[in-house]
């Protein structure tokens, strides 16, 4: 997470800056899945069932600290809590799409 550590200001290299922003093993993921559109959290568990509930909202979390995406709260009962990309969130939705095609290309299509 950058907005704790800020190690994104003695980084000269730009991709170790960006992967110190969204490197690691679920945060690309997320952005992946939200730039189709806003997601409550269940929506979110459900597209990767692979994640703990614990991990999910820790990286949520990070990436609302690093303003990357958006938690929209609202006051209901029950509770609803959305999740959106920002601004600058969205600025990453070609490279996901370059990383999608990649992979699509170069693996996924390779599997027999």
Known sequence: MVTKEKNSDIIQCPVAAM???IG???KPI???CLRSGTRRFGEIAARIP???RKVL???LREL???NLIIRKQFNEIPPRVEYSLSELGLSMTPILSEMEKWGNE???NKRS
Do not use: C, P
Request: charged letters at 30%.
């Open 19 to 21: 992967l110190e922003l």
């Open 24 to 26: 690691g093993k679920w």
């Open 30 to 32: 997320l952005l992946y």
């Open 50 to 52: 692979s994640i703990s």
């Open 57 to 59: 909202t820790d990286q």
């Open 64 to 66: 609302e600290e690093d």
């Open 106 to 108: 170069n693996i996924l």
